[in-house]
């Protein structure tokens, strides 16, 4: 059944599904995918985040504090775009604000698991990845991508690595991008954020079956590249 469907859509281009665990490099592979392919890349984790950050603001979530009443009816006055910016690269805007710098804060980092947690924020979110997707031709990470977003996907990932060496990466870019943070502290956000999205009731993160799993412990950005190309080429025969 499955299969009939997505020979019906042949005529366009594939919709790539890459979901995972936390920084085990989702968006790098997605990006570079989507430039050998000229195709659309969307972070999705990029609209929780700013959802996130819009609550955050709002004071409706901390760490210890979620008032989903309140965020579930601020849903209304967020508008969340992707626009590129001068050397092409997409960027998150919150009601037309420059916000990509800030949703990759830790204190976003720290919040965003229990906004993502909300059904209605799921919700509002999904409605607008599926419609950036509809002609395919569309390469989107996250967590739920594969499995409710783009369930009849043609080429879905699920990606993973070691916890260490993911942590070790994430902090490193960090690192690079002038924030004051400890390896512990970056350990800590990953394994709650795995726990909480891996966990919760609404949408959790799973590897459907028909999903390839890419474990890129020991592999170059260029080297997991190549691997997924020839899945891509795989994914076109089919
Ligand atoms: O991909 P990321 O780490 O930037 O995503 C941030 C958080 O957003 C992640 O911890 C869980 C949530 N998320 C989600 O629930 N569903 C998605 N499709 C993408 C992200």
Same mark, same amino acid.
């Given at each position: 059944?499955? %299969? ?35 195709? *659309? ?28 009443? %309140? ?12 626009? &590129? ?18 949703? %990759? ?22 409605? &607008? ?36 060496? %993911? ?13 004051? *943070? ?24 799973? &590897? ?13 950005? &260029? ?16």
């Amino acid at each position: 059944m499955r %299969r009939d469907m997505r020979r019906v859509e042949r005529d366009k281009e594939l919709t790539i599904a890459i979901d995972g665990w936390s920084s085990c490099g989702k968006s790098t592979l997605a990006k570079a995918l989507a430039k050998e392919l000229n195709f *659309i890349y969307v972070d999705s984790g990029a609209m929780y985040r700013g959802a996130a950050l819009h609550a955050m603001r709002k004071n409706l979530v901390s760490r210890n504090h979620v008032d989903i009443n %309140r965020i579930i009816a601020s849903l209304a006055d967020i508008k969340i775009t992707f626009k &590129q910016n001068s050397k092409g690269k997409a960027e998150l805007y919150l009601n037309e604000e420059n916000v990509e710098k800030e949703i %990759r804060s830790i204190e976003v980092s720290n919040s965003v698991s229990s906004v993502a947690r909300i059904k209605e924020v799921r919700l509002f979110l999904v409605k &607008q990845q599926r419609i950036m997707g509809i002609n395919g031709g569309v390469v989107m990470d996250g967590r739920d991508i594969g499995s409710i977003v783009f369930p009849l996907a043609e080429l879905k990932l699920f990606m993973t690595a070691d916890p260490d060496v %993911r942590a070790q990466r994430r902090y490193e870019e960090l690192k690079a991008k002038g924030d004051e *943070i400890t390896l512990e502290e970056v350990k800590e956000n990953l394994k709650l954020r795995d726990e909480m999205d891996s966990t919760r009731e609404e949408s959790p993160l799973i &590897q459907t079956d028909d999903a390839i799993v890419l474990d890129n412990t020991n592999l170059t950005p &260029q080297e997991q590249l190549i691997k997924t190309l020839e899945l891509v080429k795989k994914a076109r025969k089919t």
